[in-house]
């Protein structure tokens, strides 16, 4: 596999559910990105690792838990989630991250999260 | 604050030439992007410029003035697969080189 890949693609969650969206990516870069895509507004960015540790939390909720435990590869945990979370969360990596100037982001294909 | 203004959607005859507008009032200021999106799929790289003037890669070529605050990109010789979300995005210097996307432009290529 080439590239940013997530998993799920679509996920369907009640509000009490703990469910987890997986990002890999194949590219040996060193930082990566949660980004939040709501319909009609600008990305969010959400969090940032780079080199395996979060250098940005954009002022997420905490029911949003990232984990990053190499460089390869990041975690968004859900846990009592509202329907206003449902949205499509796009992963991205870089070969630097914050910091180094302008960073060219390569995304995943997202994962399109309902929220009921 | 910070705010990249794009327009929500165009529609563009193929063959023509399109030309999608994006303008910035940001604290710091170290390059624009452009992404593609086409629905349902990752936003790709089109385009970096940090200097004035405009940069041509086929197809596509994007302008950037920092004075104005303001860029474009142009679609030439469009085609249907062209119809997409494109979206601005500027880097904030003075915030670690953050990413600051606009809502993206709609473009829709018709036959």
């Known amino acids: 596999e080439t590239g940013v890949t997530q998993t799920p693609r679509h996920l369907v969650m009640g509000m009490t559910n703990k469910k987890s969206l997986k990002c890999e990516q194949h590219l040996g870069h060193n930082a990566m990105y949660w980004y939040k895509q709501s319909a009609k507004k600008p990305l969010e960015l959400m969090f940032v690792y780079s080199l395996e540790e979060r250098v940005e939390n954009n002022s997420v909720p905490s029911r949003f838990s990232p984990e990053c435990p190499n460089s390869s590869h990041l975690f968004l945990h859900l846990h009592t989630l509202q329907p206003e979370d449902s949205a499509l969360y796009l992963c991205a990596s870089s070969q630097a991250g914050l910091g180094s100037g302008a960073n060219v982001l390569t995304f995943g294909a997202g994962s399109r999260l309902t929220v009921l | 604050g910070q705010n990249i203004d794009q327009p929500t959607e165009m529609t563009a005859t193929e063959g023509a030439i399109v030309q999608i507008n994006c303008t910035y009032q940001?604290?710091?200021?170290?390059?624009l992007f452009w992404y593609q999106q086409h629905a349902g799929e990752a936003p790709t790289f089109l385009s970096y410029n940090v200097l004035d003037g405009l940069e041509e890669k086929g197809r596509f070529s994007s302008f950037l003035s920092r004075s104005k605050g303001y860029s474009y990109l142009l679609l030439k010789e469009l085609q249907m697969k062209d119809s997409a979300s494109y979206l601005c995005?500027?880097?904030?210097?003075?915030?670690?080189?953050?990413?600051?996307f606009g809502q993206g432009t709609e473009l829709s290529v018709k036959p």
């Open positions: 995005a500027v880097v904030i210097y003075n915030q670690g080189g953050k990413l600051i």
């Open positions: 940001t604290s710091g200021f170290n390059g």
